[in-house]
């Protein structure tokens, strides 16, 4: 594996990212315009336990649009190159980091939405962004392989959503109850645990996606 091609591949994704810039714009659009919606819905009365299901769900999607590009837009011609080209392990990581990348900067603008337009009941900010991040990369790993392997079938949305829920949705339950603890400013040793399971599911989804891409990558 080397590192120097990993650095070059994710170049590549952002320079086509800021090149196109429809995709990238269509996500943002997206969350101003649920945030926005949320605002004239609920005004400043949005309740904490509300306030943190929603914005997990506003993240939850964004992410599905931004990762389900990592592979659909890969044609047969261009995944033969790259085949030719790195090593799966090297093009696997630059997927999963780029995808990180952008969900934080999704993330980041998400929250900054709701600060803005609703509110922002969060009184452990620490706890919440370490839940942010964490969650970022369990979502942007899973998705990442499900764009993958949604990739070989010809329903490729459909299917990419099927295969994500099962995957996701332990890891929302853990950020939802870390967001409510950030929010209602409970002490640390109360979320050590749910931390401790959520980097467990990073891990797992990460090696998983190492070891399982090599196969999908012959297809």
């Not at 590009?69 to 093009?91: C, D, I, Q, V």
């Not at 964490?134 to 949305?157: D, E, V």
């Not at 990073?202 to 891409?213: K, N």
Request: charged share 10%.
């Amino acid at each position: 594996m080397n590192s120097d091609r990993i650095i070059a591949l994710l170049k590549k994704e952002f320079l086509l990212e800021f090149r196109q810039k429809t995709s990238l714009a269509s996500i943002l659009l997206y969350v101003l315009s649920t945030v926005f919606i949320f605002f004239l819905s609920f005004k400043s009365n949005i309740k904490p336990d509300a306030w943190g299901i929603l914005l997990w769900i506003v993240l939850f999607f964004a992410a599905i649009n931004a990762a389900s590009k990592s592979f659909f837009t890969e044609g047969k011609a261009r995944s033969l190159y790259n085949y030719t080209l790195y090593h799966p392990t090297e093009f696997v990581i630059s997927k999963i980091l780029y995808n990180i990348l952008l969900l934080a900067l999704v993330a980041l603008c998400s929250v900054l939405c709701f600060a803005w337009l609703v509110s922002y009941p969060v009184q452990n900010s620490l706890l919440f962004f370490i839940t942010i991040i964490t969650g970022i990369i369990a979502l942007a790993s899973s998705l990442t392989l499900m764009s993958c392997i949604a990739s070989k079938t010809g329903n490729n949305y459909s299917i990419m959503s099927l295969l994500s829920m099962p995957v996701c949705i332990p890891v929302l339950l853990l950020c939802l109850r870390l967001t409510r603890n950030a929010i209602d400013g409970l002490d640390w040793s109360v979320s050590y645990k749910y931390i401790t399971g959520l980097c467990l599911i990073d891990v797992l989804i990460i090696g998983l996606s190492l070891f399982l891409f090599k196969y999908l990558w012959r297809e």
